[in-house]
């Protein structure tokens, strides 16, 4: 075996999850218990799924599989929520400050 080999390789079914009525669920309450909400759209790569991360007016957010972009985009639809692309776009800098502000708060709590 080259040392390239396992990268050439397709991945074999089953070992990556892929997404389920539950992630959209989630999404979709996730989406409704808060206000200012964004998507953005996450593509597949060679490691993951498809993945859709909402983030709130404040900064809170979450990520989950979703089946493709055309199904993030009509997810955003039928939630009322603008949809980016996050390769394109990026994410909010609001994303960033809550996730420092999260972490820091850890820091203090295990001290």
């Known amino acids: 075996m080259g040392i390239f080999d396992r990268l050439r390789r397709k991945p074999r079914p089953g070992l ?38 909402l983030v709130a007016h404040d900064g809170e957010w979450t990520r989950r599989r979703i089946d493709n972009e055309d ?24 994303m960033r400050e809550y996730t420092s502000r999260k972490a820091a708060e850890e ?3 295990q001290n």
């Open 16 to 53: 990556t999850r892929t997404a389920t009525s539950k992630d959209s669920d989630h999404l979709a309450e996730w989406a409704r218990a808060r206000r200012g909400v964004e998507a953005y759209v996450e593509p597949r790569t060679n490691v993951t799924h498809t993945t859709v991360v």
């Open 71 to 94: 199904a993030a985009r009509s997810l955003g639809k039928k939630l009322g929520i603008p949809v980016y692309d996050a390769a394109i776009v990026g994410y909010p800098q609001r």
């Open 107 to 109: 820091k203090r709590r």
